[in-house]
């Protein structure tokens, strides 16, 4: 039994730019959901934060030692805060803007984090019983690419038909890329040559999109998954929150 993470469609669809830390870290919270249900709350009936240990952590996503978890975990708590979210219409029109999280906390001495999603985030993480996508967390536990994971959760929300459209304003528009991609431009006449194929080197997709320098290329992870599904069993180090 594996940690599942599960989105609403729109969510997957929505604008927002993560560092590979932060992105880790809310992929480890809201695989401990179980998104059939509310959000869990307190007496208070106030979100209640979701741990993360550093321990867990490191086990999760293959860290070499917990000095380099204890390092991931400050950083992605540092302005995990100031991070937002941007949905948009049918139309392309921007729908709203919210932040991922009202609270976040590290706490070196227990060696955790305690993250509290906001209330505008639950609709697209909880209650879920329809247009959603599931994959299994140690999918994406090795790639070092904030761009591919973005890439892989759309490629899994097409992954029954097999097939998925999307220009290229709309990609710069949802993964926020740092320097704008420029067209390839063909020497005159090169329209008219026969094109041949090229072998490229294996890296993550979406390189070109200006990635952070300290993110290594690795292969984007296999897509052996089972359908959409709201029941997603949770085990592992990361236990479902209550």
């Given at each position: 039994?594996?940690l ?35 959000i ?34 400050q ?7 100031e ?61 070092n690419?904030?761009?591919a ?28 890329p ?25 890296g ?33 180090g ?5």
């Amino acid at each position: 039994m594996d940690l599942v993470v599960t989105k609403s469609n729109e969510l997957i669809r929505a604008s927002y730019k993560l560092t590979i830390n932060e992105q880790r870290l809310v992929l480890a919270c809201i695989a401990q959901l179980d998104p059939r249900f509310p959000i869990p709350k307190t007496r208070e009936r106030a979100i209640r934060p979701i741990r993360v240990t550093v321990s867990d952590f490191a086990e999760t996503f293959h860290l070499s030692d917990r000095s380099t978890a204890y390092t991931a975990l400050q950083e992605a708590t540092d302005r995990l805060y100031e991070r937002d979210i941007k949905t948009f219409d049918e139309n392309g029109r921007r729908h709203g803007r919210f932040r991922w999280v009202q609270a976040v906390e590290y706490h070196q001495r227990q060696g955790c984090v305690e993250l509290t999603f906001t209330q505008n985030v639950t609709p697209y993480i909880t209650l879920l019983h329809r247009h959603f996508t599931s994959y299994l967390l140690k999918q994406i536990a090795s790639v070092n690419s904030i761009y591919a994971i973005r890439l892989f959760e759309l490629l899994m929300q097409f992954k029954v038909t097999g097939m998925v459209a999307i220009g290229l304003d709309e990609l710069k528009l949802l993964l926020r890329p740092r320097r704008q991609v420029q067209p390839v431009r063909q020497p005159q006449g090169a329209r008219h040559r026969p094109r041949r194929a090229r072998a490229h080197r294996q890296g993550q997709p979406g390189d070109h999109l200006g990635g952070d320098p300290a993110e290594s290329p690795c292969h984007l992870p296999a897509l052996p998954v089972p359908g959409e599904s709201a029941g997603c069993p949770r085990s592992g180090g990361l236990a479902r929150a209550h």
